[in-house]
């Protein structure tokens, strides 16, 4: 992996935790509308997940999103006129945080559903073998999420027809407050591949080279025909379930824990070796962050600036089966 690559997966990490923290201030100052899961600390799956994909492939996310949709290239700005409900926003202002699509970068949709995505990344990625393109999906979900009938389903479709969709189980402990322990018997959610014959593998998921690395060995396969595959990535969100849950999550936690992770967060990681290896300065980082807050705050005035959607928008991307 060469330095270029390392720098830009820092980059890409910074850039959602930027994101985050930003848009954590603004709902807990009552600027963002409705319900949003805030994904600190799992920042390396999106970045290292999404840096083997082409133009042309397709993503399907969680309700936990908007870093898979960052590391897809989605902006700042339309992403956060969506939270405020403007009409500028990705989805026109009227889906908010669980409802982000452009398709236009691949973004099939962050979804409210959990597992919800799962079924449809296998009709996505039977649409790509059918039509012969060598387009691939990567389909993010929680732990949670592998816990549903959607999962088994999903993942079965997906292997008896062969197509080229990657589920990454993002296996951050907690399905809101629920620990891993009380779901399954499970140490390793991978071994489940197994039961429908697809190649599975659970890595560090707050290690972005092994995230990379895991997601290129999956994406290559997929993409020379040779079906799906399931990767575990561990790793722990910071945060509450959802933006101002009581206590941030503290309720169902210890702080220890919450610490424990902290101490393993991939950014962090990841800039100590960069330094380290002086392949970047303290003053390079800064002016990134400084990048950041720039465009942040350039988001905010746009958001602000935006139109509510029309009333006459009301029906419209609103699909009804004619009798
Ligand atoms: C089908 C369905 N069941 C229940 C819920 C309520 N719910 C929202 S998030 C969540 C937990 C999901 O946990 P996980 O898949 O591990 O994702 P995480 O929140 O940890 O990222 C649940 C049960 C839902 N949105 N959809």
Redesign the pocket.
Known sequence: MNNEMRIDMLRGMMRIRAFEEKIQELYLAGYIPGSM?L?TGQEAIPVGCCMCLREGDYLMS???GHGHVLAKGGEYKYMMAELYGKKTGYSRGKGGSMHFAHVAIGVLGTN?????GIPIAAGVGFASKYLESDRVVVCF??????E?G?FHEGLNFAAVLQVPVIYII???Q???S?PRKLSDRLEDLSVRAAAYGMPGETVDGNDVVAVYDAAKRAVERARAGGGPALIECKTY?WHG?HAGEPRDGLVYRKQEEIDSWKEKCPIRRLKTQLLEEQVVTEADIDAMQRGFQQELEEAVAFANESPYPDESDLLRDVYIAEE
């Open positions: 899961h994904s969680s309700h936990r409210g559903i959990v597992g919800g979900f929680g732990d949670g999420a592998a549903t959607a993002e296996n951050n907690y399905a809101i629920v969100r379930h």
